[in-house]
């Protein structure tokens, strides 16, 4: 037999490996201590879907936290993310939100120790490109809704041996988004997500938003009290003026946030350099550019203030002093 017919007849098959799909209410004998795959039901996470304009997942990370800002009501150091891109769309991302202390907790309660998983899959990476439901059971299903994997309770007897979702899981590769989880994982806090931002920016966006969920959590508090001490009609009044600061703080540091990240991202290189970087506490910033060639001067007023015209520019020689006030 030559060399292409030996070729012909070798099947090629992936390595088989365990993989379970595991939902909130699943069971697992405590006594199976064999090494598996873990597929997450969409109840152990939080997403959301946004257009982010941004090339690459890693860039998209920088946003994550800011995704979620007024969706997680409990301490943000104790969240990690991962992004997802949408294959069909561009510029547009999934941002799931995972605390991993109660996803191994939730496990271990379920039969499933952490020292007998191999990688975690969120149900959102695994079931992006179907396109017709995956029967977990008689009962319950996962479809796709808007891009979005969602489990749904259902009532059918008439499924095909091929769309129950173990049968999907067996039959289809992992995909990049495997993670390992650890208790000791929430050392490794996610509160510079910004760090792949260029040059010293990256420090003021993270303590910026940092503010941003300290000033949400202080207005949740005040609202809270005002809805305890109040009991008549006068506390919507209080209510909406809350919500009003908040609307408002929200905007700002949104604004904020948005011209930080361009200044990171606006390539100066050709016509200078950005020297003394100070941001203030209330949100204002400055900075002082020296200009390589002084005829550039209006080029450069002219690119700074078509951002903004919050943008304040006095020149000083080849200086310009460089203010923005909300």
Do not use: C, H
């Given at each position: 037999?030559?060399?292409?017919?030996?070729?012909?007849?070798?099947?090629?098959?992936?390595?088989?490996?365990?993989?379970?799909?595991?939902?909130?209410?699943?069971?697992?004998?405590?006594?199976?201590?064999?090494?598996?795959?873990?597929?997450?039901?969409?109840?152990?996470?939080?997403?959301?879907?946004?257009?982010?304009?941004?090339?690459?997942?890693?860039?998209?990370?920088?946003?994550?936290?800011?995704?979620?800002?007024?969706?997680?009501?409990?301490?943000?150091?104790?969240?990690?993310?991962?992004?997802?891109?949408?294959?069909?769309?561009?510029?547009?991302?999934?941002?799931?939100?995972?605390?991993?202390?109660?996803?191994?907790?939730?496990?271990?309660?379920?039969?499933?120790?952490?020292?007998?998983?191999?990688?975690?899959?969120?149900?959102?990476?695994?079931?992006?490109?179907?396109?017709?439901?995956?029967?977990?059971?008689?009962?319950?299903?996962?479809?796709?809704?808007?891009?979005i994997i969602s489990e749904i309770p259902i009532t059918t007897n008439n499924i095909n041996e091929k769309d129950f979702l173990n049968n999907y899981l067996k039959n289809s590769y992992r995909t990049k988004y495997g993670i390992?989880?650890?208790?000791?994982?929430?050392?490794?806090?996610?509160?510079?997500?910004?760090?792949?931002?260029?040059?010293?920016?990256?420090?003021y966006l993270a303590t910026d938003i940092y503010k941003l969920y300290i000033d949400i959590q202080k207005l949740q508090i005040e609202m809270d009290k005002e809805k305890d001490i109040y009991k008549l009609p006068e506390t919507?009044?209080?209510?909406?003026?809350?919500?009003?600061?908040?609307?408002?703080?929200?905007?700002?540091?949104?604004?904020?946030?948005?011209?930080?990240?361009?200044?990171?991202?606006?390539?100066?290189?050709?016509?200078?350099?950005?020297?003394?970087?100070?941001?203030?506490?209330?949100?204002?910033?400055?900075?002082?550019?020296?200009?390589?060639?002084?005829?550039?001067?209006?080029?450069i007023k002219m690119i700074i203030q078509k951002k903004s015209k919050k943008f304040n520019i006095n020149e000083n020689g080849d200086m310009l002093d460089v203010s923005f006030k909300k």
């Open positions: 037999m030559n060399l292409f017919n030996k070729l012909k007849n070798i099947t090629f098959k992936k390595k088989s490996s365990r993989v379970d799909y595991v939902a909130k209410y699943s069971q697992f004998d405590n006594n199976d201590k064999e090494t598996r795959n873990i597929v997450l039901a969409p109840s152990f996470y939080w997403i959301k879907r946004e257009n982010i304009a941004v090339r690459s997942e890693r860039d998209a990370m920088k946003f994550a936290q800011s995704v979620f800002d007024g969706v997680l009501s409990e301490e943000f150091d104790k969240f990690k993310y991962l992004v997802i891109r949408e294959p069909t769309k561009e510029n547009m991302f999934f941002f799931i939100a995972y605390k991993p202390d109660d996803i191994l907790k939730e496990l271990l309660a379920i039969g499933i120790d952490e020292k007998n998983i191999k990688k975690i899959y969120m149900a959102q990476s695994e079931f992006q490109s179907i396109e017709s439901p995956k029967y977990i059971n008689n009962n319950r299903a996962i479809i796709s809704i808007d891009g390992k989880l650890k208790t000791s994982d929430l050392k490794n806090s996610n509160l510079l997500i910004a760090s792949f931002i260029p040059f010293a920016i990256s420090l919507s009044f209080q209510t909406e003026s809350l919500l009003k600061k908040f609307e408002n703080i929200e905007t700002e540091q949104s604004e904020l946030r948005d011209t930080l990240y361009w200044l990171s991202e606006t390539k100066f290189e050709d016509l200078g350099k950005i020297y003394n970087f100070v941001i203030a506490k209330n949100g204002d910033f400055s900075f002082k550019f020296k200009i390589k060639q002084r005829e550039k001067m209006n080029d």
